[in-house]
């Protein structure tokens, strides 16, 4: 029989780290919407849309919607979960109690992936945007050796390492500060994003959209896989389970309310820059929006305030995306399935700052020296096997535990969360074969790990844990 923890035992022990100190409760609905925003608006749009161009053309709007019904089916699910089992680990624990601990394990495990490539490949995208900046302003630029890896002819990509380091540092300060500063740079980013696509459709031009699909379907289907990579990150809202004033009725609206702006948001972004130059002038350009301004425009000044925009927002999601994978490793050390370290919260800042240090150091390390282009599908089925776990969880704990208090409900039950799994199946299909035997092999490492050492140190091996009854619940701390 599999290893579950009961949704009761989650909460009850949630915020309560074995030195006896916790997580501060100081983020309300904005600031859990900014966050989101925050998590999801960075790389994807700033960065990723050319690559996404350049597989469907036009057709990249369809990809987009796309990919956010795959998402939107996964935001319900999470909606529900994180409403329901308001704790850090997100979708770690969500399977910990819906499927059990090895599978919740192996989620652990891809989430490590996920956000963590996450990480290194927003960070080097920064890379990109800094130079773009640099360059409109001065006219200069960073030499290529300081500003790119071995793999793509430098020697180290200092910009990556450099906005890493600002974002552990926020970090530790604590999470007040973290949440403001990603407040003001998701308001930053709407309002760059926004201006942009006034000044896109003040120039869009009869005949930009045709041919619409020039790779027809089986393009759009490269391009919804490409575009998967931009909604990552709105996951990360559920990490905050233990520092939400109000988890219960916050984290559904948020997530829900991040959905819905973030596809409105890239739909017009891509129309705008297409039918501004051309769908073939967007694809495979670096700092592509910038470059549609610029044309735009006949001036640089343009530009330079997008390159700005861009710098905001890449920096935030490295901040946003960083603080989630901090929690869900202190959600997994606190099972016992990790070192205790990742657990520790310091008393003065109320903040795990070892394993914020640790994961900056080990992410910052691939941002500086490694070529991330061949691990980005790794990435994405990655993140499409947890977010179809995820959906699974939802059945799994309507079945279990039917008289769960859920603030939120999936609609159309169980409809919608199978749609969820089929759309997640769909898309890693379309990462191809050599994907899936990577992705093999990286579960087959996850599970020798488990087998290794979480199996052997979990809180449930010692017997720990078994009701909810055994660890008071603490109250919430309202700052």
Known sequence: MPRIKSPHLLVAESGADRAGHGLRRTMGLFQLICFGIGAIVGTGIFVGLSDSVAQAGPAVVVSFVLAAITCVFTALAFAELGGAIPVSGSSYSFAYAGLGESTAFLVGWCLLLEYGISISAVAVGWSQYVNELLHSLTGLQLPHALSAGPGDGGVVNLPAVIVIAMAAVLLVRGVRESARA??????????????????????????????????????????????????????????????????????????????????????????????????????????????????????????????????????????????????????????????????????????????????????????????LDAVMNLCTIGTLAIMAVVNIAVIALRRREPALARTFRVPLYPVAPLLGVGFCVYLMYETGWTTWIQFAVFLAVGLLVYLGYGRRNSTLAGGLGESAEAVPEREPQAV
């Open 182 to 371: 990603t407040a003001a740079m998701a308001a930053v980013k709407l309002v760059i994003l926004v201006a942009f696509c006034v000044i896109g459709f003040s120039a869009f031009k009869d005949g930009s959209l045709v041919p619409f699909s020039p790779a027809g379907l089986g393009g759009i289907g490269a391009g919804t896989t490409a575009a998967f990579f931009s909604y990552i990150g709105f996951d990360a809202i559920t990490t905050a389970g233990e520092e939400a004033k109000n988890p219960r009725r916050d984290i559904p609206v948020a997530i829900l309310v991040c959905m819905g702006v973030v596809t409105l948001l890239y739909c017009a972004v891509a129309l705008a820059a297409i039918g501004a130059i051309g769908g073939d002038q967007v694809a495979g350009r670096p700092a592509a929006l910038s470059y549609v301004v610029n044309q735009v425009t006949g001036s640089t000044i343009g530009g330079g305030v997008v390159a700005f925009g861009a710098v905001v927002a890449i920096a935030s999601v490295v901040l946003a995306v960083m603080y989630g994978q901090t929690r869900i490793l202190m959600s997994m050390s606190r099972d016992g399935l990790i070192p205790r370290v990742f657990e520790k919260v310091s008393p003065r800042t109320a903040t795990p700052v070892a394993g914020t240090l640790i994961v900056a150091a080990v992410f910052a390390l691939p941002a500086a020296f490694a070529s």
